[in-house]
Each structure stands twice: as structure tokens, then as C-alpha cells.
């Protein structure tokens, strides 16, 4: 079936292989003939057709939920958080594989989950999953993973705190048997977790971040010059993959050798070029201030310039802000986020000539490509989604990276 939102829309093309197309202000009547709907991740659960029809006890459910309900969460490892989920999950895959366990990546990574109806009991499952996906969970992985929590996706659910309790609310669902979650988060701390067993991470005692590498204990296991991915919130997700293994009770292979070969993803503090001393730096998923912050945080000795700004969802960039003028950023906001983050960086004390708003992609890079020296990192972080310009942050990474490869020597440093 499929929802026509507007009555004016010619539906023809969707009509094909027996679909009823029915208006929005349909939905619901034809829909309530429905025992489960299957819906995208990307409907929000708060639609009001969606909220009509769960008080007449009618289920959604995501084509991932169906596929946990199936395998009832057995030998599942669940990875969800604000940041970082995509590559912790992706790191729990490597080092089981690299350690010679069957394993499956999937999810919002990897294959699709109902792809893996046939993966044979026996094997391990990775699944990153979304608040999206957690909102109408109705059967938990064998191990819910955290990696942290911030304010985002307030447009889907509502609000902040919405948003909040329906990621937590995968710690408590049924069949999680051990929650392996970040120490030092308040909210996650508070969250119910039911029966289940809880292993933190980044704790002393356990496997935590230390000014010389990641720890297992009092034990140095994976000094920082071995560890393949940038940043210390990238050894904190490391932290979180080798805490989930150790939840299952699986083997590790021999560290830090087992994490050679592991790449970052694209878009993650991805180098796009780097010539005449310039290192161009694709940073595109980092849509909230928070990620931008840890973002900076790998370049701790660099001189940045940092190009920010994009769709607003009432970020806050007060810290940000601050943070700007501690590391003197030159700083290039974009539309339409881009406008308070300069004047934040200006209010906190960023001279007006480090802190300029710009029309667009184009602009932002000709204006960095004038301003950098060698030495200098050119890095897209924008600390707020994209899509007030483009279709996803991989589209507007792209269109960085074409941008930066144009060859422009570096001029002269301003003052």
C-alpha cells in the first residue's frame, strides 16, 4: 500500500504489481485493516496516521525489527548512539573476523538485515541500528552497545527528550542480555536496562583511553601511533568494540596487529587530498556540534581551517564557539547554520576576519584554498545535516572532495 500525500500527485507509476494507492487522509481507514505495517525507517512513528493507528493496537515494525524478532536476537551484537555507530560496529566486525569468527555486518551498515534470514544460527551478527529502527523495537540483540547521546534527529521524534528515551529504550528490551555502554554519560547511566548485565567502557579497570594509547586494564595494549582510525573519540569506539567481543566471550585476535588492516569509512575524518602541504579533510557526517568537537580534537596541534554550518535543528554552538578561539579556526559558515556559528565564534572573541559566512560550497573552498599555508587542515565538519543543501552528507562530502582536488597552490598566510 502506499500513502499519497498529495491528492494532486499523479500516482500511475506506483500502481504497478497490485499496490492500492491511497490518499493521506485515507491512511488510516485502510490501514487499520493491517495486523503489523511495515514501514520505513524514515517514518516517523509520530505521524499522526501512525499514532491513530497504534491506539487501535495496530504494530509497525522495521524490515530490521522483523528480521531481530526472527533470529530472537540471538548471537546479535546491536550497535546504536548519537555518533560513532557506524564505525564501532564496524570495528566489532573486524576484529572477530580478523580473529577467525563468522561474522555479518548489517543494518544501516553493511548488507540489509533481512538479508541475513538465512545466516546460520551459529554465526554472529553486527547490526548498527537507529533511533529511527529503536523507536517500535519489539525484540532486542543479544548485546546493546552505546557509544554516546546527544541532541539530534528533533524533527523525527518530536524533541529532544522523545529522542532520548527512544534510543535508551533499547537497552531494556526483551532478550538483551548485556548492555556494554560509555561510563561518565548521565542519561545512559540512568537508563533502565532491566535484567540485563552492564560492562562499561572507558572506565579504569577496563578498556579505556590513555594519554599514550587504549588500555585493558593497567595493561597498554594499543599504543596510539598503531591505531588506524584518527581521534581520541575513535579510540573510545574502540574501546567500545573490544568491551562488546569480551561481552560475548569471544576470541580477540593478537593487538594492535589485529587492526592494521582496518580503513576508515568514507566521510569520517577522511583525507580527500593533500598536496602542497594541504590536507583536505571530509568530515561530513559529523552533523552535530558535539562530533565537529571531536573532530578538532584529532588535529590538536594543526592549524584548522573549518567549514561548518548546514540544515538547523536549533544547535547550540556555545562551546563550539569557544573552542574556535582556544585553537584560533579560521572559520567558513555555510547556510544556513552557518550565520549563528559565526556569530557565536565573533561573541566568544574570533576577530571577524577569521569568522566569515559564505553563499555556498564553492566559496567556502576558493576562500580556504586563499587562506591555507602548508601545514594547514582544510576540514568539512559541519556540525549540523545537510540536507538544506544536498541529498545526504555522502553528496555533500562528495561535492567537497571534487572541489578540493582542484589544484590551487597555498598562498600567503594572513595575519
Known sequence: MVVREDPEEDASDLECGGAQVVRADEAVAALSRCDVIVRSPGVSIHRRELVELARADIRTATPTGLW??????????????????????????????????????????????????????????????????????RCGPEVAVMTN?????????????????????????????????????????????????????????????TPEGINDGARLRIPFSALPLRGPHNAV?????????????????ALPDGLTALQPLPHRLETVQNTHGVEWVDDSI???????????????????????????????????????????????????????LVSAARAAGVRAERAVEVA???????????????????????????????????????HFRALARLDHPPQLDPA
Open 286 to 340: 559529523s552533523t552535530t556540534p558535539e562530533s565537529t568537537i571531536a573532530a578538532l580534537a584529532s588535529f590538536p596541534d594543526r592549524r584548522v581551517i573549518l567549514l561548518g554550518g548546514g540544515q538547523d535543528r536549533d544547535q547550540d554552538y556555545s562551546e563550539l564557539a569557544t573552542i574556535a578561539v582556544d585553537r584560533r579556526l579560521f572559520l567558513l559558515g555555510l547556510p544556513t547554520t552557518g550565520s549563528r
Open 360 to 398: 555556498d560550497m564553492a566559496e567556502a573552498v576558493a576562500l580556504a584554498q586563499r587562506l591555507a599555508r602548508p601545514g594547514t587542515i582544510v576540514l568539512l565538519s559541519p556540525a549540523a545535516p545537510s540536507y538544506n543543501a544536498y541529498r545526504n552528507f555522502e553528496e555533500h562530502g562528495a
Open 149 to 209: 547521546l546527544y541532541k539530534d534527529h528533533v524533527n523525527w521524534h518530536g524533541s529532544d527528550p522523545v529522542y532520548r528515551a527512544e534510543k535508551l529504550r533499547l537497552l531494556a528490551l526483551p532478550r538483551v542480555a548485556t548492555c556494554v555502554l560509555p561510563a561518565g554519560n548521565a542519561d545512559i547511566a540512568a537508563a533502565d536496562h532491566g535484567e540485563a548485565r552492564v560492562m562499561l567502557y572507558d572506565v579504569a579497570g577496563a578498556w579505556h583511553v
Open 237 to 253: 569506539n574502540v574501546c567500545a568494540a573490544l568491551t562488546a567481543i569480551q561481552a560475548v566471550g569471544l576470541s580477540l585476535p
Open 68 to 137: 531481530l524478532s526472527e533470529r530472537g536476537g540471538r548471537r546479535v551484537i546491536g550497535v546504536t548512539g548519537t555518533k560513532g555507530k557506524s564505525t564501532t560496529a564496524t570495528i566489532i566486525a573486524h576484529l572477530a573476523a580478523t580473529a577467525g569468527h563468522r561474522v555479518h555486518l548489517a543494518g544501516n551498515i553493511g548488507r540489509p538485515a533481512l538479508e541475513l534470514l538465512d545466516v546460520p544460527a551459529a554465526d554472529w551478527a553486527v547490526i548498527e541500528l537507529s533511533s529511527y529502527q529503536i523507536a517500535d523495537l
